[in-house]
């Protein structure tokens, strides 16, 4: 992938949506959008905030957080850094 964020964004790739529930198959218009993901590339900061987040951290985030986008096919979010809610270890 060819796109650096600018400041203190990410760019993040949602995990992948549930397919089923309890032997429950999912419509694709029930799934809930994921809430967890991956980070895929990240900005150099800014004066007022140090970048803590790094390429490879698996993240939570708000349910309406960041702006949906599409490269080489493939759906990501962008958003700022202060958007992401955890970090899973």
């Known amino acids: 992938m060819n ?3 600018l400041a203190d964004r990410v760019i993040i790739k949602a995990a ?3 397919e089923k529930i309890g032997g429950i198959i999912i419509p694709d218009t029930a799934k809930e959008k994921p809430l967890k993901g991956e980070v895929i590339a ?3 900061g800014s004066k007022d905030e140090e970048m ?3 390429e490879g951290d698996k993240v939570l985030y708000g ?3 960041g702006t949906e986008i599409e490269l080489d096919g ?3 979010l ?6 992401v809610l955890a970090v899973l270890g």
Do not use: C, H, N, T
């Open 52 to 54: 803590v987040l790094k």
């Open 74 to 76: 493939e759906k990501f």
């Open 16 to 18: 992948a949506a549930e």
């Open 3 to 5: 796109i650096k964020p």
């Open 42 to 44: 990240v900005g150099g």
């Open 78 to 83: 962008i958003m700022r850094q202060s958007d």
């Open 63 to 65: 349910k309406y957080a």
